[in-house]
């Protein structure tokens, strides 16, 4: 499993994950996950940090299920 990154485009502060960022401001974890994968209104200023890390993780991830 791996957890994508997540930025607040205000600070340029980079969270490891939604759950980092759940913590730190005391939001539920779900909330912040829908606001950035886009399943709910994103009024925050809290967006996914696409990388060239995130899409390697997603692979090598991807590739363990299928063993």
């Not at 990154?5 to 759950?19: E, P």
């Not at 960022?21 to 940090?49: M, Q």
């Amino acid at each position: 499993m791996y957890a994508n990154k997540v930025i607040d485009i205000r600070t340029g502060k980079v969270y490891s994950s939604a759950k980092e960022v759940a913590d730190e401001f005391n939001i539920p974890h779900s909330t912040v996950r829908c606001w950035v994968n886009g399943s709910r209104k994103n009024y925050s200023s809290f967006k996914l940090l696409k990388t060239q890390d995130n899409d390697k993780d997603r692979s090598a991830s991807e590739l363990q299920d299928t063993k």
